[in-house]
């Protein structure tokens, strides 16, 4: 379909390797999002990207995470040095442009992340 | 800095019992309002919004409005329906944050037959 596409949708690994995360947002959108969604913590603003301008980045837990959005469309979320208090569902959203109020944020269904 | 509040759940009821879900906000600005459903197994989907004071957002049945004076956005439906099962989330978003949106925790809701 046209939706938000995120792979993998499922990832194990070891404590103290890194991941990778990539999310293909819906053609068009300028605006993408990253969130994580951990049990008991709601969902947890990560990242923002919009066109051209510098990505906001204030919401990222640590040094040990990072995204780029490469060509202004797919985007990637990696995680470095991975902890067991990083495993949670990670969802990336798009939208046509910024400003939720006038542009619906469309999320993907998620990559869901266990670290053992 | 902005924030959603609402209510704990999980909330049980049973079929086309009236339903509330209560959501307040603390934010610096004027935001837009928003209800996300996720279904289980799904993604979260926009379920209605409202970007100004004193509107009414609706879809599928729910409705809430945004009221400024005590800074809620409660989420109603008059008969509620075993297909509404779901976790809903308030939200809000504003220029001052970037336009990200800020989540409540979500609250789970059951519909029995």
């Known amino acids: 379909g046209a939706g938000v596409s995120q792979s993998p949708s499922n990832k194990v690994t070891e404590k103290g390797k890194d991941v990778e995360l990539r999310c293909d947002p819906i053609?068009?959108?300028?605006?993408l999002y990253w969130y994580r969604q951990s049990l008991g913590q709601g969902l947890e603003f990560l990242i923002y990207?919009?066109?051209?301008?510098?990505?906001?980045k204030s919401g990222l837990p640590s040094d040990r995470f990072s995204a780029e959005r490469t060509g202004g469309s797919v985007s990637t979320l990696t995680i470095q040095r991975t902890q067991q208090e990083d495993s949670a569902v990670y969802l990336c959203?798009?939208?046509?442009?910024?400003?939720?109020?006038?542009?619906?944020?469309?999320f993907g269904e998620g990559s869901w992340l266990t670290v053992v | 800095g902005d924030s959603v509040t609402q209510m704990e759940g999980p909330v049980t009821l049973s079929e086309e019992a009236f339903l509330t879900i209560n959501c307040t906000y603390t934010?610096?600005?004027?935001?837009?309002l928003f209800w996300y459903v996720q279904y289980p197994g799904e993604g979260l989907q926009l379920l209605l919004k409202?970007?100004?004071?004193?509107d009414k957002g609706s879809n599928k049945g729910f409705e809430a409005t945004y009221r400024k004076e005590t800074t809620s956005f409660h989420l109603e439906k008059g008969s509620v329906q075993v297909s509404d099962s779901a976790v809903y989330f308030c939200?809000?978003?504003?220029?001052?944050?970037?336009?990200?949106?800020?989540f409540g925790k979500g609250t789970s809701l059951l519909v029995t037959p």
């Open positions: 409202a970007t100004k004071a004193d």
């Open positions: 990207f919009q066109g051209n301008s510098a990505p906001d």
């Open positions: 053609s068009g959108h300028t605006a």
């Open positions: 934010a610096t600005g004027y935001p837009s």
């Open positions: 939200a809000l978003s504003e220029s001052s944050s970037g336009y990200a949106l800020n």
């Open positions: 959203a798009s939208s046509l442009g910024p400003g939720a109020g006038g542009n619906t944020i469309y």
